[in-house]
Nanobody
Framework: VQLVESGGDLVQTGGSLRLSCAAS????????IGWFRQAPGKEGEGVSC????????YYADSVKGRFTISSDNAKNTVYLQMNSLKPDDTAIYYC??????????????????WGQGTQVTVSA
C-alpha cells in the first residue's frame, strides 16, 4: 500500500498550489481520502476529505471556499487545489485513506494508510 503526495512548494500569499495524492495497493473506491496538515507548534488539522465512491466532499472551516478536493478514480489519485493561500496554510500536508463511509473525516484514527507528506510554505 502506498500513498504518495506531491505538489508542495514555496508560494507567495494569494498564490495557488495543487497537491496530488497517488494511491496504490488497495481498492481505491472502497476508501475515503483525506488531507491533513501539520504545522510546527500547532495541532494537526483535518483539512478536507472526499468519498471516492460518491464524490461527497468535506472541508474544514479554515479552508472552505479556498480549497477544492477532487478525485480521479481512473488514476487512483486525489487532488487538493489550494487557492488564495495564506501564511497560516504553511504546513506539511499529508493524505490518508480510511474505509468508507466517511464519518468524522477529522479523526486521524479512522485512517488506515498515510503518505509521507509534502511541504507547503506560504511567504508573507
Amino acid at each position: 500500500v502506498q500513498l504518495v503526495e506531491s505538489g508542495g512548494d514555496l508560494v507567495q500569499t494569494g498564490g495557488s498550489l495543487r497537491l496530488s495524492c497517488a494511491a496504490s495497493g488497495f481498492t481505491f473506491d472502497d476508501y475515503g481520502i483525506g488531507w491533513f496538515r501539520q504545522a510546527p507548534g500547532k495541532e494537526g488539522e483535518g483539512v478536507s476529505c472526499i468519498g471516492t465512491r460518491d464524490g461527497r466532499t468535506y472541508y474544514a472551516d479554515s479552508v472552505k471556499g479556498r480549497f477544492t478536493i477532487s478525485s480521479d478514480n481512473a488514476k487512483n489519485t486525489v487532488y487538493l487545489q489550494m487557492n488564495s493561500l495564506k501564511p497560516d496554510d504553511t504546513a506539511i500536508y499529508y493524505c490518508a485513506a480510511g474505509p468508507l463511509p466517511v464519518t468524522d473525516y477529522r479523526l486521524e484514527a479512522r485512517y488506515d494508510y498515510w503518505g509521507q507528506g509534502t511541504q507547503v510554505t506560504v511567504s508573507a
